[in-house]
């Protein structure tokens, strides 16, 4: 299956980035450098890999797609983000443009999986939040098993992005990048509740894990 990923997307012109999105993320890496410093830690884990992937991270605030754009500058990450936003006409516009994926989190939404999968299947880099929405607690709480079915399926890298807190003027953010978590003893099992289900406790501890390489305050 890589490698099929991989011939798709040699056989296929290179998808420029959104205008919004070229323009934007230098603007903000600014930010980050100064007046809402951020720590990214681990970033070889992302560096070292070419699209397509999956990029994960735990979902806090708005800003978390941004954190997580900035953590992976070459490529284009295609966003997953509960359909409700889509109502707002300005959301949706801006949301449309950068390509981001609606999906219906209280029910089993087939078009947005679909969707999920041409994004990997096509080269690019699809960015997930596996709780479905936000929670203040940094760590991972309630995971949608969705996300599971999609990482099993695609069989790309699952990197893990760990954002430990807010930001905030002048207070550092510390967002550190895992290892890509390991998929191969799963895939094997094939796209089932058990295999879903150890990938989402396996999907836990890694962030557990991440956690613990936080910084005493």
Same mark, same amino acid.
Not at 152 to 160: E, I, S, T
Not at 191 to 206: A, E, F, H, P, Y
């Given at each position: 299956?890589?490698?099929?990923?991989?011939?798709?997307?040699?056989?296929?012109?290179?998808?420029?980035?959104?205008?919004?999105?070229?323009?934007?993320?230098?603007?903000?890496?600014?930010?980050?450098?100064?007046?809402?410093?951020?720590?990214?830690?681990?970033?070889? $884990?992302?560096?070292?890999?070419?699209?397509?992937?999956?990029?994960?991270?735990?979902?806090?605030?708005?800003?978390?797609?941004?954190?997580?754009?900035?953590?992976?500058?070459?490529?284009?990450?295609?966003?997953?983000?509960?359909?409700?936003?889509?109502?707002?006409?300005?959301?949706?516009?801006?949301?449309? $443009?950068?390509?981001?994926?609606?999906?219906?989190?209280?029910?089993?939404?087939?078009?947005?999986?679909?969707?999920?999968?041409?994004?990997?299947?096509?080269?690019?880099?699809?960015?997930?939040?596996?709780?479905?929405?936000?929670? $203040?607690?940094?760590?991972?709480?309630?995971?949608?098993?969705?996300?599971?079915?999609?990482?099993?399926?695609?069989?790309?890298?699952?990197?893990?992005?760990?954002?430990?807190?807010?930001?905030?003027?002048?207070?550092?953010?510390?967002?550190?990048?895992?290892?890509?978590?390991?998929?191969?003893?799963?895939?094997?099992?094939?796209?089932?509740?058990?295999?879903?289900?150890?990938?989402?406790?396996?999907?836990?501890?890694?962030?557990?894990?991440?956690?613990?390489?936080?910084?005493?305050?």
């Amino acid at each position: 299956m890589r490698e099929e990923n991989k011939q798709t997307q040699l056989s296929q012109p290179k998808e420029k980035k959104a205008i919004i999105y070229t323009l934007g993320l230098p603007l903000v890496s600014g930010l980050f450098r100064t007046f809402l410093p951020v720590k990214y830690h681990g970033l070889e $884990h992302i560096s070292s890999l070419d699209a397509p992937f999956i990029l994960m991270g735990n979902h806090t605030t708005m800003l978390d797609p941004v954190i997580m754009a900035v953590a992976a500058p070459k490529e284009q990450i295609r966003f997953v983000g509960k359909k409700e936003l889509w109502k707002c006409k300005p959301f949706a516009w801006f949301a449309n $443009h950068l390509r981001a994926i609606p999906v219906d989190r209280h029910n089993t939404d087939m078009e947005a999986m679909r969707a999920c999968m041409r994004v990997v299947r096509e080269g690019h880099v699809l960015g997930i939040f596996p709780e479905g929405t936000r929670y $203040h607690n940094g760590l991972m709480t309630e995971l949608e098993s969705g996300v599971a079915m999609i990482a099993l399926r695609a069989k790309v890298p699952l990197v893990p992005v760990y954002i430990a807190g807010r930001l905030r003027l002048f207070r550092r953010l510390h967002v550190y990048v895992g290892k890509p978590i390991m998929m191969d003893d799963l895939q094997e099992m094939g796209v089932n509740t058990d295999s879903c289900k150890l990938l989402l406790g396996r999907i836990t501890q890694t962030y557990a894990a991440l956690d613990a390489q936080r910084p005493e305050d």
